[in-house]
């Protein structure tokens, strides 16, 4: 556990997978999806601005289209006062004061939230941000093949590409601008904008596969998957793929 004192008031955050709650981590991972895709702030309709004339350009109406609805309610959580980013942060306190946290509904977070108001923005992202690096660290660690992204480690050698280009053309007055824009063109490939409406969205898929998962685990182990923590949720879902595997090859060979 993290512990914080924010406005005389302790918080203690689960800032790992063994103490985590599978449940809490669900709700996390939603609202980062979400903010990935629809945004938090101000700085976010700029992005999807920006994106919007892109996909226009590339004449890539579709997406254009997504992009704006997804702007659309950008502005609408701006106006609502709804943070994904910020809920995200809420999902993530075990005890407020000693009192234990249970409760993870929307109405309960945010009222989490509005107790927190006055904190800092700069020191929420801060400590949410470190939180999640070591959250994904003990993930890639223990499950390698369920959360190494290559995809995202490559977009990452992208972008430090991008930035010594930069630092080489100041350094020597060159010119490496059709280079960068190869890698601009290559990362916004790599980005398409997911439906946050209706029966397809991206949450309602999100929260279907988390259901069905637990449906597994439950009829191949008998064990209440949603009391487990986020360590003892994969591993258990790591070791009935491994004994499906092993069943499948077994029938095979007869």
Known sequence: MKTIIINNTKLELYDSI??????????????????????????SVDSHIVNIAKYVNKGDKKNAMQELQ??????????????????????????????DQKDLSDSHLQEILQDLNEVPHGFLIDILSGLKKKLSTELETYFPSEFDNAREKEAYTKLKERTLLQ?????NDTDSSDRISEIDDFLFGLYKPNNFVGKDSAEVRYDKQFESA???????????????TVLSFYSTLANISKQLEAKKKAYSKK
Do not use: W
């Open 167 to 171: 630092l080489q053309d100041i350094v």
């Open 18 to 43: 063994d103490e985590m709650p599978i449940v809490n981590f669900q709700k996390y991972n939603k609202y980062l999806l979400i903010d990935a895709g629809i945004g938090s702030d101000v700085d």
């Open 70 to 99: 997804n702007m659309r309610q950008n502005m609408h959580m701006i106006v609502s006062g709804v943070s994904p980013k910020y809920m995200a942060f809420a999902t993530l306190i075990a005890r407020i004061d000693g009192r």
């Open 214 to 228: 637990c449906m597994v685990i439950s009829q191949e182990t008998h064990m209440v998957a949603k009391e487990m």
